[in-house]
């Protein structure tokens, strides 16, 4: 249960980093002269924290690669349902704009393959200082027969 809560915070903050960044880069492209308020900032919290939720499903156990595809292809269809969900209701885009709209689902591919690269990285850094660990003790508990 720590492990999936430090997994979701890692991917909440890669997440929130590149949303950030790619929210100065719309508004700059869509928005030159807007005047935003602080809501932006708590909405960009919130659909960060919606999308890593959606983003921490996985199994507990060993599946099958094909398993574990439909659940990337099943997160990548919730994270845009939550960040075109939220962008309508937070005024973000307009729905009847293709180009506003192609420019939010371009994003959104971006900052998944990013998230989940750099998620990727990160459990097989994991998983080799897992079995580092594994075999030093294998060693120490060899030594001490």
Not at 41 to 62: D, E, G, H
Not at 80 to 99: E, H, K, P, R, S
Request: glycine residues 4%; charged residues 10%.
């Amino acid at each position: 249960m720590l492990r999936r809560l430090k997994d979701m915070v890692f991917v909440y903050m890669c997440v929130t980093t590149c949303v950030l960044f790619v929210t100065a880069l719309y508004i700059t492209i869509f928005w030159p002269q807007v005047q935003l308020g602080v809501e932006i900032l708590w909405q960009i919290l919130t659909v960060s924290f919606l999308c890593s939720v959606a983003n921490s499903i996985y199994p507990q156990r060993v599946v099958s690669v094909k398993i574990m595809f439909i659940i990337y292809i099943f997160r990548y269809v919730i994270t845009n349902v939550i960040v075109l969900g939220c962008g309508v209701w937070f005024g973000w885009f307009y729905a009847d704009n293709l180009t506003m709209i192609l420019a939010m689902l371009f994003s959104i591919a971006v900052i998944f393959a990013l998230v989940s690269i750099a998620a990727f990285r990160r459990g097989k850094q994991q998983a080799a200082l897992m079995n580092e660990r594994l075999l030093a003790y294998q060693q120490r508990e060899k030594n001490n027969r």
